[in-house]
């Protein structure tokens, strides 16, 4: 554990079990906790209140009765927690390996984070879970060093945006591993040269995942991105409409007949750099429009 914040202390962490997380959420009433929190399934016994005060997650052993630990549970610790509460702007992030599962929440209010992260899958036992507290300067850190580190060994580059239709058929073409096939769809349906290594990395096992999402309290949704780790490299993925059709109702008929998907080979940087100009913004849209928010 990371000692309790002072005048000179930028973060503060703790690393519990998923259980020992499950036990203290379960004895926070009022505490609302994202969904990847799973509930607890059993009764908290004396080794996990024996864990948490080694931990220094909680300062005082409480009754196993008690319905709060409110009063029992490290200062430093419960601000951290209760911030997911209340912040101004939420960060989601989900990424996986074959043998791990991320889940994160990153919230902001005012000129600190709360980072919560839960990490599941053969990686990680019954699974293990982090709480940490930052200033607001190092909240990027935290969201960069999730991003899993891809294995590359045929790299590709460029972007690309074509049709959903196109989209379907060169990958079912690429698939089907007939040279001849492909041509023809590139050739009958305009597609632009760049797009066939692009979409080969889709048309193969994909090997890791990344999404990020974040919406504010008062705008709702601000943006999210999806990201496919291919022995290619990464490839970013977004589905819209052609500008001619970007006005008016969303049908499934519209998105079959005038929707985009786009394409873009990125690097375990790019997307760090993403992130960094994304939370900026958010701040700094933030900052303007409502101050502080303090």
Request: proline share 5%; hydrophobic share 45%; glycine share 8%.
């Amino acid at each position: 554990m990371t000692p309790a914040p002072d005048a000179t202390t930028d973060v503060v962490e703790w690393d519990l079990s998923v259980e020992e997380l499950r036990a203290v959420r379960d004895h926070l009433p009022g505490l609302v906790l994202p969904s990847f929190v799973p509930e607890r399934t059993s009764v908290v016994g004396v080794g996990v209140v024996d864990a948490l005060v080694a931990r220094g997650v909680l300062a005082s052993a409480p009754a196993l009765d008690a319905e709060s630990w409110s009063d029992d549970l490290d200062a430093p610790f419960l601000m951290t927690l209760a911030l997911q509460n209340a912040g101004s702007i939420v960060i989601q992030i989900s990424a996986w390996t074959p043998t791990s599962t991320t889940a994160h929440s990153t919230v902001i209010q005012a000129a600190a984070a709360s980072h919560l992260t839960v990490w599941t899958g053969a990686d990680h036992g019954d699974g293990r879970a982090r709480v940490r507290g930052t200033v607001l300067d190092l909240a990027w850190q935290t969201l960069a060093s999730l991003v899993p580190e891809a294995e590359v060994t045929d790299r590709v580059h460029g972007t690309t945006t074509v049709s959903t239709v196109a989209s379907q058929a060169i990958v079912d073409a690429i698939k089907g591993r007939d040279a001849r096939v492909l041509d023809a769809v590139v050739k009958e349906l305009h597609v632009p040269a760049v797009a066939v290594p692009l979409f080969r990395g889709l048309a193969e096992p994909v090997r890791q995942g990344f999404r990020v999402k974040a919406f504010t309290l008062d705008g709702g949704p601000v943006f999210a991105g999806n990201w496919f780790g291919t022995s290619h490299g990464w490839l970013r993925m977004s589905v819209g409409l052609d500008a001619a059709a970007a006005t008016g109702e969303v049908t499934p008929e519209r998105i079959t007949d005038a929707g985009t998907v786009t394409v873009t080979a990125q690097t375990d940087e790019d997307i760090r750099t993403e992130l960094l100009s994304r939370v900026a913004g958010l701040i700094r849209d933030r900052d303007v429009i409502g101050g502080s928010n303090g």
